[in-house]
């Protein structure tokens, strides 16, 4: 939950922050795994995701345009220590309730993200940081206590 929190509070993981470039983050990280099209068409695509477990970071121009955490309730999954030091991989369901009550005991400002809420999902982004957390009912395959609550999915900040 504390790094849940720190990256909603500050729009960053630890070092890692939108703008820094590509070479920085994996000299911090290790090489991550580029996204197939990456593959395909080399390194200078944009919009394409690197991954180092259930981080990714996005790039534009060699150059991180996006932090963010996939989450699968009901499920565990890996961090590199950079992100989550002295453990290699940790509980992922997170009710949309704690974390909002987590980010006010942290004096974290947050509204309703109106355009990521619809259906079976609701969103919030923090301010100043401009983080999103979108929160969805689990699917069939999520094994999770109660199936008709919100759990956090997805953490993620874009620059503009």
Same mark, same amino acid.
């Given at each position: 939950?504390?790094?849940?929190?720190?990256?909603?509070?500050?729009?960053?993981?630890?070092?890692?922050?939108?703008?820094?470039?590509?070479?920085?983050?994996?000299?911090?990280?290790?090489?991550?795994? $580029?996204?197939?099209?990456?593959?395909?068409?080399? $390194?200078?695509?944009?919009?394409?995701?690197?991954?180092?477990?259930?981080?990714?970071?996005?790039?534009?121009?060699?150059?991180?345009?996006?932090?963010?955490?996939?989450?699968?309730?009901?499920?565990?999954?890996?961090? $590199? $220590?950079?992100?989550?030091?002295?453990?290699?991989?940790?509980?992922?369901?997170?009710?949309?309730?704690?974390?909002?009550?987590?980010?006010?005991?942290?004096?974290?400002?947050?509204?309703?993200?109106?355009?990521?809420?619809?259906?079976?999902?609701?969103?919030?982004?923090?301010?100043?940081?401009?983080?999103?957390?979108?929160?969805?009912?689990?699917?069939?395959?999520?094994?999770?206590?109660?199936?008709?609550?919100?759990?956090?999915?997805?953490?993620?900040?874009?620059?503009?």
């Amino acid at each position: 939950m504390d790094v849940l929190v720190d990256f909603s509070l500050t729009g960053r993981i630890g070092p890692l922050r939108c703008g820094m470039s590509l070479a920085e983050a994996e000299d911090l990280l290790g090489p991550g795994r $580029p996204h197939p099209a990456h593959i395909l068409k080399g $390194p200078d695509i944009d919009g394409y995701p690197y991954s180092w477990g259930a981080l990714r970071l996005e790039v534009t121009q060699r150059a991180v345009s996006g932090i963010g955490l996939d989450l699968w309730p009901g499920s565990t999954v890996r961090l $590199p $220590p950079l992100v989550l030091p002295d453990s290699e991989s940790y509980e992922t369901t997170v009710l949309r309730e704690e974390l909002i009550a987590a980010l006010d005991g942290a004096g974290c400002r947050h509204v309703v993200n109106g355009n990521l809420t619809f259906g079976r999902q609701s969103s919030i982004i923090t301010q100043p940081a401009d983080v999103c957390a979108v929160f969805s009912v689990p699917a069939r395959d999520h094994q999770v206590p109660h199936r008709d609550r919100h759990y956090l999915s997805v953490l993620h900040k874009h620059t503009a």
